[in-house]
């Protein structure tokens, strides 16, 4: 019972480095989210993807890219690490939408940039 | 103003108690509603689906108002496993559907 797997759990960058964050689902869903937790800001979508192949912006992309060449793989980079990066980031798959559809959440990976 | 908006709380509220939680949302072309529950540093959780005629899963029972643009849960017999920060999510169809999360109200059941 898989389901969503993010990979690293933990991570401390220094300024200016980069890194990926991993999402893996194993569920055959179409759609893939990564989002980013703040405190008193609640979950904010990064980028999101339809389906193999396709990525579009959410509402706070900048400073990220992503990547979704395999269904179920969604990448997440980081090309040049800020502190205002540090976060809690959620990926999330769901199935193709239909009314009332469940969105399934990975564990989280925390994220320090110092 | 936010798209989702939600009391951030904290409610503390003693074990058996009633609590109602209300949430507004801005897109009127919004699809679907829902109701996550995030416990401390894990991840979100469904809840429950909040559907226009309501809809009661034991405990807890969910109500939309399209008219006014607002979702409520209510929480009945409140128990010590309730404490988390529940979530409100709406779904607005615009071309891509994606999950708007609101920031979450926090609710603590006091023994």
């Known amino acids: 019972n898989a389901g969503v797997t993010q990979t690293p759990k933990f991570r401390v960058l220094k300024t200016g480095q980069s890194m990926t964050l991993l999402c893996a689902q194993d569920?055959?869903?179409?759609?893939m989210y990564w989002y980013r937790q703040d405190p008193g800001m609640g979950l904010r979508l990064i980028h999101y993807?339809?389906?193999?192949?396709?990525?579009a912006k959410g509402e706070v992309p900048d400073g990220y890219n992503v990547s979704r060449l395999k269904k179920q793989n969604f990448l997440l980079g980081l090309e040049s690490a800020a502190p205002s990066q540090t976060s809690v980031y959620f990926c999330?798959?769901?199935?193709?939408?239909?009314?009332?559809?469940?969105?399934?959440f990975g564990q989280g990976t925390r994220l320090t940039v110092v | 103003r936010k798209e989702v908006e939600q009391d951030p709380g904290p409610f503390n509220v003693p074990e058996g108690a009633t609590v109602a939680f209300n949430c507004t949302y801005s897109?009127?072309?919004?699809?679907?509603f829902f109701w996550y529950r995030q416990d401390c540093r894990k991840e979100p959780k469904l809840l429950m689906s909040?559907?226009?005629s309501g809809n009661e899963d034991g405990r807890f029972t969910a109500q939309l108002n399209r008219a006014s643009q607002y979702i409520s849960l209510l929480i009945r017999d409140s128990k010590l496993s309730d404490s988390a920060t529940y979530l409100c999510?709406?779904?607005?169809?615009?071309?891509?559907?994606?999950?708007?999360f609101g920031t979450g109200t926090r609710l603590t059941i006091i023994p």
């Open positions: 999510v709406v779904n607005a169809v615009l071309g891509n559907e994606k999950l708007t």
């Open positions: 993807s339809v389906g193999e192949g396709t990525t």
């Open positions: 999330a798959s769901s199935p193709l939408r239909g009314r009332g559809t469940e969105a399934f």
């Open positions: 569920m055959n869903h179409e759609y």
């Open positions: 897109n009127s072309a919004s699809q679907s």
């Open positions: 909040v559907y226009s």
